[in-house]
Structure formats: structure tokens, C-alpha cells
């Protein structure tokens, strides 16, 4: 598989060399060689120890032939508070304390309750301490080690609120990395399943992790995946958006390439069709990668829903799609340059809606486009308590009382709120407001030539989606190319016993996910039935 050439547009910031920013796997400590090690207590004490939520705790044991010392450092609020007490009353009981401990390593790794303690060295101290583990100084000279007691306050597990189903799982992801993964591992329980790690931002160290199955995803996918990852170069990722622009392939387009979800069981989905998952810690959304743009329109209820309530549901998303792009367009191009192709009783209806209206067509479409959207803003922005009501006051008295001042005419308000109403039947948030966008420029085409302008409009954004990719594969497939393989589960979902083999999209590695002769038994001939029995 060929990748285009991914182009960088990280700029240095005040014209600072690139050089300033370090590789995101070091920590930006100094070489421990230049200290003896009884003052590796003093060194993370100058690093980051003038911080409040710094905590440095000393349990001493001593004995008549032995003295042992040992430091505790973590941060306040990162670190499991019970893990931590426990570990704590290890150290100080006195009847398995240190003093009766020849090895003190050998001892602290027996017994301390902590899930992993591992010796490390001087340099990764400082990070593991930032990242929630409590560092444990031995004498100050015997041995370093990190428990991995990281904890703290964390969202719960709950249902996710941007993309709602009736019938499926009810969990989402949180911010926290280790809880999503753990997620992933409840639904796909097999070890080819693999996470590859890494940390990303100069300030932050943000961890991301990447999620594919060994066997299923494309092995050059998964490379370019990593290789774009470690190519990013900045101070800061705070959420997975971030991680979409610096790795996307369109990087001047308003349609996505890359899928975010909340939902493990998306993610799941897509990892068993060879897909490749980005886990970014800090953010409950998740980004699946490569997409196609017909995925875009299926939810992960057309799958747990029967297959013909599936292909409906599908037909109704995509006829919503042109509705939402191209209705306020057409409107204002039949109304204002085709009136011939309107039946002439509508014609005089629409005629008397707009005598006294003192806009032109295209500027009250806009005009209401524009305040629906400051709507629809202010909706989202506003306190969970009075959003309902900016909604109703918008969608009911604003409206009402603009036709009855003569503003607009009531046949836009209907055009406007049903092309609204449409945008919100697509399941990605991301492709509807890339429809929103490219509707404002198809009703300005459309005030202009009509529809030819609307013609003019299309052609080239057709072209455009023709010309994208994803990681080396057609945005348009399996449309463009035409994969015929991959149409039982397009348009039409195909029941599940007759989907044998997974999408065509990034290879032909493992493409068997079920084997022959699922058909039920009711729905097999009478030769097929006594096949299928026999086996």
C-alpha cells in the first residue's frame, strides 16, 4: 500500500529553532552522573519540590547492626490514597520493618501491596512521579524504585451523551487512558489485541496509546499510524483533536478523515474490520483511522438492530444528508430563477408569502441560517438549566414573530428548520458540520446562477472527495473505487450470517470472520438443512 507523503505544518513560535522542542520520550532532567546518590532525595527536591502537592515522607527503622531509611515520594491527588496508606503501614510496622531485612530490595519487592514495583533509574524518576507512581529512595544510595499506585479522583463510567442508542451498551469512555483500554479488553478478550504507547508534548507528556489486532489490521496502516505519531513535535496535546490535525491526510478540507467515537463498542467494531484506534489520555473520544466517507453515516445500532430496520435507518441518513445540504439551495434557486418547475398553485402560494417580505430570497435564507446557528450556539453554551428554554424562545417566538413582522416568509422558516432538523439525523458530529459549512457556500451559488450554481458547487466537491485519502485509502470506496465486495454492508446492511467475509478497505489480511453455512435453519433448503446437520 502507497501513503502520500504526510506534510508537516508545525511552524517554530516566535521564530524559535525546532531544536528547542526535545523528543517527547525524554524526560527534561539533568545527567544523574553528576551527583552521588546520597543526594538523589536533594535532586528531586530542587526539580519539583518547591510544588504544594509535592509530598516527601521518611519511614526509618533501626536495629542494633542496621539503620535503613526510605523515601517516599509522590503527588498529592494522583496516587491511590488506600494503596498508599497501605504501603505506608509495610514500612513503619515494626515487626517485618527493614531492620530485620539483610536485602532491603529483595524485601521491598516481597512485600509491598502495590500492583508493580519496578527499579529504575534516576533519570525516569521524575517522570514516573509526574505521571501518578510514587518513587521509593532506598537508603539514598541502595536502589530506586517506581509503585505503580497511580489513582486519584476519576469520572466514572457512564453512558455516552453524543452518541445515544436505544438498544446496545450502555458504557463510554472516560478521560483516563487505562480505563479505556481495560474497556477495549473487556469486548475483545484476546491477546492479539495490542496497545503501543507513547508520549507526546513537551509540557504535557501527554500519553497516547495505539489499539490494533495483530492478524486483522494492515501492518503498513499500523506503521504509518506510529510514524505520523512520533513526528509530532509541539509543547502541548490536550485532547485527541490535536492528534487529528497534526495526522490527517485532508488537511484542507472541511470533511473529516479520521472517525472519533465515545463508544468502546465502536471502537471495538472497527478494530475487528482492521481498523487502527487512537487512545489519547485526557479525552472520552477516541479516533478510529482509516475511514471511509460512508462510514461517517452508520451507527453502531444498525448492527444490533435487525437488517432491514438497519437499511432503513441508513436510507433515511443519507437522503438527510443531501436534504440538509441542498434544500435551503434549491429553494432559493427554484423561487428565484426556476419558478417554471414549481406547480403553479404552490407558485402563487409561495407569490403571496413573499409580497410583503422586502429581502431577497438568498438573503433571508442566510439570515435565517445565521440566527439558527447563533441558536443553536447559544443552546450549547448556556447552562444545562435554561438551554431548553434559548431553544424554545429561538425555535418558537423568534420564528413566529418574524414572519408575522413581514421579515421572512413562513415557506423559509420550514425550509430552514426541517434542513436543521436533518443535520442532526447524521451520526458524526464532524460531517454535519462540514454539510453546515458547505451549505452557506451552495446558497450563495444558488442566489447567484441558480441551479447551474448549484451544479457548479457539486462538481468540484465531488472531485474533492474523489481526490482524498486516509492513510492510503480512497475516501470515496467503496463507491470509488467500486468494491463490490464490500456492498453487503453499504447502503443496504446485509444480515449478519451473509457477511462472511470484512471490508475490503486497507487489505486482504484475514478477511474470513465467520464460517460457512451461518444461514439459519429455517431459511436453508431442504438439502442445505441435511448439510448443515450433518456437520
Do not use: C
Not at 27 to 34: A, C, G, I
Not at 95 to 115: K, M
Amino acid at each position: 500500500m502507497k501513503f502520500k507523503k504526510h506534510k508537516k505544518f508545525f511552524k517554530p513560535m516566535n521564530n524559535i529553532p525546532r531544536d528547542h522542542y526535545h523528543d517527547p520520550s525524554n524526560t527534561n532532567t539533568e545527567d544523574m552522573s553528576d551527583f552521588q546518590q546520597n543526594s538523589i532525595v536533594d535532586w528531586i527536591q530542587k526539580k519539583i519540590g518547591g510544588s504544594s502537592d509535592v509530598v516527601f515522607r521518611t519511614v526509618t527503622s533501626s536495629s542494633e547492626t542496621y539503620t535503613s531509611k526510605v523515601t517516599i515520594i509522590y503527588i498529592e491527588g494522583l496516587v491511590d490514597q488506600q494503596l498508599l496508606s497501605k504501603m505506608l503501614d509495610v514500612l513503619s510496622n515494626t515487626e517485618t520493618s527493614l531492620r530485620n531485612a539483610l536485602d532491603p530490595v529483595t524485601w521491598l519487592s516481597t512485600h509491598l501491596p502495590v500492583g508493580s514495583l519496578q527499579s529504575t533509574d534516576t533519570n525516569k524518576l521524575l517522570k514516573a512521579i509526574l505521571d501518578g507512581h510514587a518513587a521509593i529512595i532506598v537508603d539514598d544510595k541502595s536502589a530506586a524504585f517506581t509503585a505503580a499506585i497511580a489513582g486519584g479522583a476519576r469520572r466514572s463510567i457512564e453512558e455516552p451523551t453524543s452518541q445515544t442508542v436505544l438498544r446496545g451498551p450502555k458504557e463510554g469512555f472516560t478521560e483516563d487512558i487505562s480505563t479505556n483500554m481495560a474497556l477495549l479488553r473487556r469486548i475483545i478478550r484476546t491477546p492479539e489485541l495490542q496497545f503501543d504507547s507513547l508520549a507526546i508534548g513537551e509540557y504535557t507528556q501527554t500519553k497516547v496509546s495505539v489499539a490494533f489486532i495483530k492478524g486483522i489490521a494492515d501492518p503498513n496502516v499500523v506503521k504509518e499510524v506510529k510514524k505520523r505519531l512520533e513526528s509530532i513535535n509541539t509543547d502541548s496535546i490536550l485532547e485527541s483533536g490535536y492528534i487529528e490535525e497534526f495526522i490527517q491526510d485532508g488537511v484542507f478540507t472541511p470533511f473529516p478523515t479520521i472517525m472519533n467515537t465515545e463508544r468502546p463498542d465502536a471502537v471495538a467494531g472497527g478494530l475487528l474490520e482492521g481498523l487502527v484506534a487512537i487512545i489519547v489520555d485526557g479525552t472520552p473520544f477516541v479516533l478510529l483511522a482509516p475511514v471511509s466517507f460512508f462510514g461517517f453515516f452508520i451507527s453502531s445500532e444498525d448492527y444490533y438492530q435487525r437488517y432491514d430496520i438497519a437499511t432503513f435507518l441508513r436510507i433515511i441518513r443519507f437522503t438527510s444528508f443531501f436534504v440538509a445540504l441542498l434544500l435551503p439551495s434549491v429553494f432559493i434557486a427554484v423561487t428565484t430563477f426556476q419558478q417554471e418547475m414549481l406547480p403553479t398553485p404552490l407558485l402563487i402560494s409561495l407569490a403571496a408569502q413573499r409580497e410583503n417580505t422586502p429581502l431577497p430570497a438568498v438573503v433571508e435564507a442566510l439570515l435565517m441560517e445565521l440566527t439558527f446557528e447563533v441558536i443553536r450556539e447559544a443552546g450549547v453554551r448556556m447552562p444545562r438549566a435554561i438551554g431548553p428554554a434559548i431553544s424554545i424562545v429561538g425555535a418558537l417566538v423568534l420564528g413566529q414573530s418574524a414572519v408575522q413582522a413581514g421579515l421572512v416568509s413562513a415557506a423559509m422558516v420550514i425550509v430552514v428548520s426541517f434542513t436543521a432538523i436533518s443535520n442532526f439525523v447524521l451520526p458524526a458530529i464532524n460531517m454535519a458540520a462540514a454539510v453546515r459549512l458547505l451549505r452557506f457556500a451552495l446558497m450563495l451559488l444558488a442566489g447567484s446562477l441558480g441551479l447551474f450554481g448549484i451544479l457548479a458547487g457539486l462538481v468540484p466537491i465531488l472531485v474533492h472527495l474523489a481526490s482524498l485519502q486516509t492513510f492510503g485509502v480512497p475516501y470515496l470506496q467503496p463507491a470509488a473505487p467500486f468494491k463490490s465486495s464490500n456492498m453487503k454492508d453499504f447502503v443496504f446492511r446485509f444480515p449478519w450470517w451473509s457477511m462472511r467475509t470484512r471490508p475490503a478497505m486497507i487489505g486482504d489480511i484475514n478477511r474470513i470472520r465467520q464460517g460457512p453455512k451461518q444461514k439459519p435453519n429455517s431459511l436453508l433448503t431442504s438439502d442445505e438443512r441435511n448439510d448443515h446437520s450433518d456437520n
